[in-house]
């Protein structure tokens, strides 16, 4: 398969939890990574691998996958989470980088 | 610290090629983590990966874009060029450069984990 697939919209109350989810095929061969975008900014990684936060990103910030779904959590969502969130991972080959189409998290 | 700055025309004719640099600073270039990838943005949408330039020199390019889009490295002036040619207004966008980092064994466990703030291009004539 050759796509990412991600719900356009989620909201959620500030201090709740809330997972983006992300359907792909090769979740069992490649990782899924994250990254967060506000408005006018460049991507932000957030998360990646399997148990990964790059320096200073805060440890409500998770991920996980079963099957064919990544998924990232945040743990006490905080205003400043208000972003799009985009997964990323590989198609079949390992050669080729897929991006999800966002999910636009409202707070 | 590693920052990327990305420059660009600015504005492109249609049919014409597109250039774009980016400036590596406060890292090596030529280093064994020193992988780059384009990505681009249209206007109101999501990322599109346009293709990554390896450190030993090997290069993956989206197959939607293949023939049209050269990447290369110039380690004398520590810049990563994008040349995309015969563009369309479809290929108006944000473009941005990141590193590409490995963290895994293998070259496909990886994170873009540092970008430049992007440089917009929009194709008109």
């Known amino acids: 398969s050759s796509e990412l697939t991600q719900d356009p919209a989620v909201s959620v109350a500030l201090g709740q939890t809330v997972t983006i989810a992300c359907q792909g095929d090769?979740?069992?061969?490649?990782?899924a990574t994250w990254y967060q975008q506000k408005s006018g900014q460049a991507p932000l990684l957030v998360f990646y691998?399997?148990?990964n936060r790059p320096a200073g990103i805060p440890a409500r910030f998770s991920g996980s996958t079963s099957r064919d779904i990544a998924s990232l959590t945040i743990t006490g969502v905080q205003a400043e989470d208000e972003a799009v969130y985009y997964c990323?991972?590989?198609?079949?080959?390992?050669?080729?980088?897929?991006f999800g189409g966002g999910t636009k998290l409202s707070v | 610290q590693l920052q990327l700055q990305e420059a660009g025309p600015g504005l492109v004719k249609p049919s014409e090629t597109l250039s774009v640099k980016c400036t590596v600073s406060?890292?090596?270039?030529?280093?064994?983590?020193?992988?780059w990838v384009w990505i681009r943005q249209p206007p109101g949408k999501g990322l599109e990966w346009i293709g990554t330039?390896?450190?030993?020199?090997?290069?993956y390019k989206s197959p939607s874009l293949r023939s049209r889009i050269s990447i290369s490295v110039d380690k004398s002036r520590s810049q990563v060029s994008l040349r995309l040619t015969s563009v369309t207004a479809a290929d108006s966008a944000m473009y941005y450069c990141?590193?590409?980092?490995?963290?895994?064994?293998?070259?496909?466990?990886?994170?873009?984990?540092?970008w430049g703030p992007g440089t917009g291009v929009t194709v008109t004539s």
């Open positions: 990141a590193r590409d980092y490995i963290w895994g064994s293998f070259r496909w466990q990886d994170a873009f984990d540092v």
């Open positions: 691998g399997k148990t």
């Open positions: 406060g890292g090596s270039i030529d280093s064994i983590d020193s992988n």
């Open positions: 990323q991972s590989r198609d079949s080959s390992g050669d080729h980088v897929l």
């Open positions: 090769n979740f069992r061969h490649h990782s």
């Open positions: 330039i390896y450190y030993n020199g090997e290069s």
